[in-house]
């Protein structure tokens, strides 16, 4: 894949769409290995990396698109139909935050990704509080926007770095534009 | 725009989530006090509430599974469940109001209530 013109064809894009899509899932596969046993719901999230270096590259269809994709395959790989339900409400709000915020042009990746994580955090606790029919779930929030901060700063960071070491030069909009 | 790891923007909405945290746990915290009664719920409906002060075990079995709910020196606990992922049997004992411990898999919560001094506390 090369980023050397200042526009991509619709058939690159589709084509590193799907190798994003592909990276997706062995992160949420290389996550779902190791867990923090001791408070349950608490993770990484590095397959956030990929829709947030996808925001940046092509907007929000695609890293929704990827995003969505992601959570439905993980799940019927090695996850449940209900944690499908949690994840697809927390992932595309997720998504939608983090467009809104890279359409400011005030924040990187790691605010983007901090913001982002919350967010998921909150989508997620508020499937859990509608299956359940209980508004309890939301004692978890302190404990889940806490680790969530951290989780996000770290995969925002590490996005920031890949959107170093690719040059990618990024518009007030967050879309690519070309090289530097 | 990508040549600094972070921006001041960044550091803010990261401190604003901690705050944000650490303002609802505090909240939290303030008003909860030792429970008095145990209410388990499964997809919404009430399946039983127990008072806290009487050890006992609780086998829940539902259309979704089994858990075992061990209430034991004012504390509750799963202590079993045939669910996939194990969450509820891992969360610590609860015995301050308004904790829960959550079983996903079985639409399983078993809260922490105040409940009423003046009416029996067993039903269901």
Known sequence: MTFSKGYLDMSKKVAFTGLALALALVLSYVESLFSFSAIPGIKLGLANIAALFLLYCFGLPYALLVNVLRIILANLLFGSLTGMFYGLTGGILSVFVMWLLIRTGRFSATGLSVAGSAAHNIGQLCAAALLLSSARVFWYLPVLLFSGAFAGFFTGVCCQAVLRTLKLNTNQAGRYVGRK | ?124
Not at chain 2, 8 to 18: E, G, N, T, W
Not at chain 2, 55 to 84: E, H, L, M, Q, W
Not at chain 2, 98 to 123: F, K, M
């Open chain 2, 1 to 124: 725009m990508v040549n600094v790891m972070f921006k001041k923007a960044d550091m803010i909405i990261f401190v604003c989530i901690l705050a944000a945290a650490l303002a609802a746990a505090g909240i939290f915290c303030l008003f909860s006090k030792q429970g008095k009664e145990v209410v388990i719920t499964v997809g919404g409906e009430t399946y039983g509430s127990y008072p806290l002060d009487e050890d006992r075990s609780i086998n829940v079995s539902t259309r979704y599974g089994v858990n075992k709910i061990v209430i034991s020196d004012s504390t509750v606990f799963v202590a079993s469940a045939d669910c996939p992922n194990q969450l509820c049997v891992r969360q610590s004992p609860i015995s301050r109001c308004g904790q829960s411990i959550v079983c996903l898999p079985h639409r399983l919560v078993v809260a922490i209530s105040a409940g009423r001094p003046d009416v029996d506390a067993t039903a269901g």
